[in-house]
């Protein structure tokens, strides 16, 4: 539990990054399925100076491109689902702590991100940084 409390905030960043990534994805495969037809122009004939301008859609290369990015958004959504549950761990694992105060540091310093000296200014006059610190430090090494 330890180990993916330290990673919280981590894990939350890399959600919306796998968001971001799946939503450029699907852009390329709509930009795919809009352009169509390709055309190009080779030489050769005649000693290589005839122009022959060619038109088509190339199906395998589109078929193989959508295969491979519908394929890796698949493998994007399964480690945003990963990442969801253990989100939902740590969560579940607040849940299960009778001592309000630790449950206010962790959100605090795990789950919003803040420094020590911000998390010690929330909890009240009576907490320093270095308290907060010993007693996170302390509370963590019993788990």
Not at 5 to 18: K, P, S, V
Not at 33 to 53: C, I, L, M, P, R
Not at 117 to 134: L, N, P
């Amino acid at each position: 539990m330890k180990h993916i409390l330290l990673q919280y905030i981590d894990l939350a960043q890399e959600r919306g990054e796998i968001q971001k990534r799946i939503t450029n994805l699907n852009r390329k495969l709509e930009r795919i399925n809009k352009e169509g037809n390709v055309k190009d122009a080779v030489k050769g004939g005649s000693g290589g100076y005839q122009t022959f301008h060619i038109e088509g859609f190339p199906v395998a290369e589109e078929d193989e491109t959508k295969y491979l990015l519908n394929k890796n958004i698949r493998l994007l959504r399964q480690r945003e689902h990963d990442l969801m549950e253990k989100v939902v761990e740590v969560e579940e694992f607040l849940n299960t702590l009778d001592d309000s105060r630790m449950r206010r540091m962790i959100t605090k310093r795990y789950i919003e991100g803040k420094q020590w000296y911000r998390v010690a200014d929330e909890m009240g006059k009576q907490y320093t940084e270095e308290s907060c610190r010993k007693q996170m430090k302390r509370f963590l090494e019993k788990l």
